[in-house]
């Protein structure tokens, strides 16, 4: 994605969660090699759509898989992971 490539995934988990189906690429059932063919054919047909879900893709993976806001992501975690910890010291301590 961040390559600006399309994607052809199949629909299982951890490989459906990068695809918006026909903005960035298509997602086939795990076990159909006709539409992978389907979908593949599609791309050796149309540069254009490459180049179009190529872009999407990019576009799509600095919005959400950007490093620093990943890392702001985590560290707001933390920092709620650590207030419920001092919540919960403070509630068997009864302060």
Same mark, same amino acid.
């Given at each position: %994605?961040?390559?600006d490539?399309? *994607? $052809?995934?199949?629909d299982?988990?951890?490989? #459906? =969660?990068t *695809?918006?189906?026909?903005?960035?690429?298509?997602?086939?059932?795990? &076990?159909?090699p006709?539409? *992978?063919?389907?979908?593949m054919e599609?791309?050796?047909?149309? &540069?254009?759509?490459i180049?179009?879900?190529g872009? =999407?893709g990019?576009?799509?993976?600095?919005? #959400?898989?950007?490093?620093?806001? $990943?890392?702001?992501?985590? %560290?707001? +975690? @933390?920092e709620?992971?650590e207030i419920?910890? $001092?919540?919960?010291? @403070?509630? *068997? +301590?009864? +302060?």
């Amino acid at each position: %994605m961040a390559m600006d490539r399309p *994607i $052809i995934t199949t629909d299982w988990v951890g490989c #459906r =969660e990068t *695809i918006q189906e026909g903005v960035n690429g298509f997602l086939v059932s795990v &076990l159909d090699p006709a539409a *992978i063919a389907q979908a593949m054919e599609l791309f050796v047909e149309s &540069l254009e759509l490459i180049v179009k879900m190529g872009h =999407e893709g990019h576009c799509i993976a600095e919005e #959400r898989f950007d490093l620093n806001k $990943i890392n702001l992501q985590i %560290m707001e +975690i @933390m920092e709620i992971m650590e207030i419920m910890e $001092i919540m919960e010291i @403070m509630e *068997i +301590i009864k +302060i």
